[in-house]
């Protein structure tokens, strides 16, 4: 039927990625976006994605929307070392910021990304799915590697954006 037709097509449009490109600093364009959103009144939780240098190497931290708590996820495993940095004691404490998002509601909730956990069904894919069950739209970031597993994981109901503002506005709008 026709309302059937409009219920997945908000479901789709309710559930978006941005992919990155070689040029844009996704985070930066998804926190502004996410500050833009708030500054306007809207409810934006979740958690947004920062870089920073300690240690003499790249660290990653996760920063709440909501109360502006910092989350580190990388771990310093040595100048030399090629295992992955991501430590999954962080990502669970900060998990616990979207787990606050059907308690206290929003208008969207914004994830850092979907990335390696979250295509093997880790990370924030639990989350992810709890706020898609509960129609809460979501934001995140998609690596362009890891598009299939988002796609399968969405079942090809999220819409893919440009790391680009007016982009996120109109998808948002």
């Known amino acids: 039927s026709t309302e059937?037709?409009?219920a997945q097509e908000a479901i789709r449009f309710a559930i978006a990625a941005v992919v990155p490109d070689a040029t844009t600093d996704c985070d930066e364009v998804v926190a502004n976006f996410a500050i833009a959103q708030i500054n306007q009144g809207w409810r934006?939780?979740?958690?947004?994605?920062?870089?920073?240098?300690t240690q003499g190497s790249k660290q990653i931290r996760l920063v709440a929307l909501d109360d502006?708590?910092?989350?580190?996820?990388?771990?310093f495993l040595g100048t030399h070392?090629?295992?992955?940095?991501?430590?999954?004691?962080?990502i669970a404490e900060a998990s616990a910021v979207m787990r606050r998002i059907?308690?206290?509601g929003a208008d969207l909730a914004i994830f850092n990304r979907f990335s390696t956990l979250e295509a093997d069904g880790h990370?924030?894919?639990?989350?992810m799915l709890d706020l898609m069950s509960r129609q809460i739209p979501i934001l995140t970031i998609v690596p362009p590697q890891h598009l299939p597993a988002w796609r399968r994981f969405t079942g090809r109901q999220a819409f893919e954006l440009p790391p680009e503002r007016p982009e996120l506005e109109a998808w948002f709008a």
């Open 68 to 75: 502006g708590r910092l989350y580190p996820i990388s771990q």
């Open 44 to 53: 934006i939780g979740g958690l947004v994605q920062e870089i920073y240098q």
């Open 102 to 104: 059907p308690i206290h």
């Open 123 to 127: 990370g924030f894919a639990a989350e």
């Open 81 to 90: 070392s090629i295992s992955c940095r991501i430590d999954t004691g962080g």
């Open 4 to 6: 059937a037709l409009r």
